[in-house]
């Protein structure tokens, strides 16, 4: 991560989620492998900063599931398994599945689309969905992950609970973290990702409950699928 000791106006707070972040997308593109171990030395020396930011970065991807600390040795990459995989799955479907009952129930904060506040977030949304849609037709995992983290939480925010979205975010990284070690030794990923988001901002900008319920539950099919996959490999 050049650069990132370099600017005068980061604070200590900042450089520790800039080291959180830039880890995590050192897991998430595979550059960093499930069982890989480090210090916070080593860390250190390669972002050229003092160890306590990257100490608390790394006791911050450790809280997230991406991380486990080695008494006394440092810190490794989380290994999931398929059933790991699937159990996240089922968790978000259970917690996503509640929160459009509860939209089709007149219970979310998701405003009237008609207002502009909410077309102008939705229209963001739909673009993130776009980009992520694209990635994944094309194959292009990485360019997939972070768009299709982006389209996930702010589409989550829509609901106005940010505990759910945050609960959800979370198990995004953990199952993303779990699929690339999968996804990553495949030659060819054209037709392997899922890539239904703009239809599922158009329901939702239609209020269309039912439908946009079908398009999750089939999402949900498509990850279980790959957890299948990724046990029989």
């Not at 050192?26 to 020396?45: H, N, W």
């Not at 930011?53 to 991406?66: I, N």
Request: proline share 3%; with cysteine.
């Amino acid at each position: 991560m050049p650069g990132i000791s370099g600017t005068p106006a980061v604070t200590r707070s900042t450089l520790r989620q800039q080291i959180a972040e830039a880890l995590r997308d050192e897991v998430l593109a595979g550059r960093l492998q499930p069982g890989q171990e480090f210090t916070v030395k080593e860390i250190a020396e390669q972002y050229g900063v003092s160890a306590t930011p990257v100490r608390e970065a790394l006791v911050d991807l450790s809280a997230q599931g991406l991380l486990e600390s080695d008494q006394h040795r440092g810190f490794h990459v989380r290994e999931y398994s398929p059933a790991d995989f699937r159990e996240m799955i089922e968790a978000r479907s259970l917690v996503t599945d509640g929160m459009f009952q509860a939209m089709a129930a007149g219970r979310a904060a998701l405003r009237d689309p008609l207002d502009p506040r909410t077309a102008a977030t939705l229209a963001g949304v739909r673009r993130r969905g776009e980009e992520a849609q694209r990635a994944a037709r094309a194959g292009d995992l990485t360019v997939l992950i972070g768009y299709d983290l982006r389209f996930w939480r702010e589409l989550g925010l829509l609901f106005g609970n940010s505990h759910l979205a945050d609960f959800l975010q979370r198990l995004r990284v953990q199952s993303w973290v779990c699929a690339v070690q999968h996804l990553r030794r495949l030659d060819d990923l054209r037709g392997v990702l899922w890539s239904g988001h703009t239809e599922l901002v158009d329901a939702l900008a239609k209020r269309d409950a039912p439908a946009a319920r079908a398009i999750l539950a089939a999402y949900n099919a498509h990850s279980l699928a790959l957890a299948d996959r990724m046990a029989r490999a």
